[in-house]
């Protein structure tokens, strides 16, 4: 593709941007080629390292220009590495990343390649917070634009129900603000749909009084009470507050000094709350977490926002092999307890986790007209996370995967969440349902009808299933 555009072609892109524009035979493309999945190994013909909206235009309308297929990235994330492509062009939003708080408005202005790290930093600077990612490398771009699950979200939403406002380039290249009013049908897509309409180059976030200090953390319990700790924890999910968000993660004990050493690496059912209200109020809630069996460690207690933020990121770097599947499930009966207890102790990984994410609270009560993302009725959202580093388990672990999945199935609503899809995975049906479903297309329609933007889970303007 490079060779077909020609250099003198390349310079003059180079030369109407300011950012850099990385191609095949530059120093630093391995770095720039690279995305967090380790499974992906694409080659883009270039990749625009975008410093502005106007970079994000002066890219949009060259790649139109020449034919290339467009990938958006974000923080890099996606699982199904759709923020790269083999011989097209890479927007990236990378070097976008400034956060702008205005703290009487309770507002936040965030560059479209921001992660999480970058807002949670700025926000808890005066004590502020949107419902952001479990690790805080994550980008915000693809993670709100799939919605956002995160431990404020039984409180204050998904992160996309606080979306207020965005600027966007649109897929002729044009510079479009989206808010409830301007283009209010655009920014009711941008909150579920995902990056099917546009390249958001900033994100408006509603901010919410959290922290810095909260009460929250991990308890740790051994393998062999998986299927108790999970009964007991759905019983407890049924009088929560919703200030409480809470998540059950079947995997391994991470190798901490406050877990006895002889627990590393060893098969835990860790249950993970986060308290969004006032301390004082949070240690009742919080109590029953403490005895769904006998725990290994108990580390929930107060600490800062910004550590129960970035508390898993040292198992979750960029590199290893990835696959995710996930499903909504309706119900939590005994007979799904006994299968995730029993896929917990033959996972191929030990790095594999099954987690199971207490859903209702704020999040379940948002309409249909403020955004396009669906199935919040479900009680419980299933993640099946799979981690490994040597290609040649490739096949166990999918299959491991998918098998527990479908196995899973009578339990599920149907429903999937389009962030938790892996390579593969087309389902984005399975993610809005018909309605949202239709009112997507006819906005894909409006917003970029020749699919300009399809590098994600895709709505197809012209109705059939993506991916
Ligand atoms: C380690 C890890 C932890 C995670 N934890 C959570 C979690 O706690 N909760 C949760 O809900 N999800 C979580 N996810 C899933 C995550 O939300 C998705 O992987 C998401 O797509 C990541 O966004 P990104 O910007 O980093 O990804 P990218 O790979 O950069 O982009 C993903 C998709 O979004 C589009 N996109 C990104 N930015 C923009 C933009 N500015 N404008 C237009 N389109 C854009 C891309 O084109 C692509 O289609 C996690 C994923 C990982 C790998």
Not at 24 to 41: K, L
Not at 149 to 177: F, P
Not at 195 to 204: D, I, K, L, R
Request: net charge negative; glycine share 14%.
């Amino acid at each position: 593709m490079a060779a077909v555009l020609g250099l003198a072609t390349i310079e003059e892109l180079r030369q109407s941007v300011h950012g850099a524009v990385i191609a095949p035979s530059d120093a630093g493309y391995d770095e720039a080629r690279a995305v967090w999945n380790g499974m992906i190994d694409r080659r883009p013909a270039l990749v625009v390292r975008c410093a502005d909206p106007a970079d994000v235009v002066a890219a949009v309308q060259f790649a139109r220009s020449q034919g290339l297929e467009i990938a958006v990235r974000g923080g890099g994330h996606s699982l199904p590495g759709f923020s790269t492509v083999d011989g097209g062009l890479v927007i990236d939003l990378s070097p976008m990343r400034a956060v702008a708080v205005d703290v009487p408005g309770r507002r936040a202005v965030v560059g479209g390649g921001a992660t999480w790290a970058d807002v949670d930093q700025a926000t808890q600077a005066a004590g502020l917070a949107v419902t952001g990612g479990l690790v805080s490398t994550t980008g915000v771009g693809g993670f709100t634009l799939g919605g956002g699950v995160g431990w404020l979200m039984r409180r204050y939403g998904l992160a996309s129900d606080s979306l207020v406002g965005a600027e966007v380039v649109n897929a002729d290249g044009s510079l479009v603000r989206a808010s409830e009013s301007e283009n209010a049908d655009l920014l009711w897509g941008l909150r579920g749909g995902g990056g099917n309409f546009a390249v958001v180059t900033s994100f408006e976030f509603r901010l919410f009084p959290v922290g810095p200090t909260i009460l929250g953390g991990p308890i740790f319990y051994p393998g062999a009470q998986t299927a108790d700790v999970l009964r007991a924890w759905r019983t407890a999910t049924t009088a929560m507050p919703d200030d409480l968000t809470t998540l059950v993660s079947l995997g391994s004990a991470p190798p901490i000094p406050p877990i006895p050493e002889a627990w590393h690496g060893q098969p835990v059912a860790t249950v993970i709350g986060a308290f969004a209200g006032e301390i004082a109020d949070g240690h009742a809630p919080v109590a029953p977490l403490r005895t769904l069996g006998d725990p290994v460690a108990d580390l929930l207690g107060e600490m800062p926002y910004l550590i129960l933020q970035s508390l898993v990121d040292p198992g979750w770097g960029p590199g290893a092999r990835n696959y995710f599947t996930s499903s909504f499930l309706a119900d939590l009966p005994d007979a799904a307890i006994d299968i995730l207890a029993a896929a917990h102790g033959s996972r191929p990984s030990p790095f594999n986790e099954i987690h199971i994410h207490q859903m209702g609270g704020a999040a379940a009560r948002v309409g249909a007209d403020a955004s396009a993302f669906g199935n919040r009725e479900a009680p419980f959202l299933l993640n099946i996370v799979t981690r490994w580093l040597d290609p040649a388990e490739d096949e166990q672990e999918l299959a491991w995967a998918r098998g527990l999945r479908d196995a899973m199935a009578p339990f599920a609503t149907g429903g999937t969440y389009v962030n938790f899809l892996g390579i593969g995975d087309a389902r984005v049906r399975d993610a809005y349902d018909a309605q949202r479903y239709a009112r997507l297309v006819e906005l894909k329609r409006r917003w970029d009808p020749t699919n300009a933007f399809h590098l994600n889970q895709n709505i197809d303007p012209n109705g059939g299933v993506g991916g």
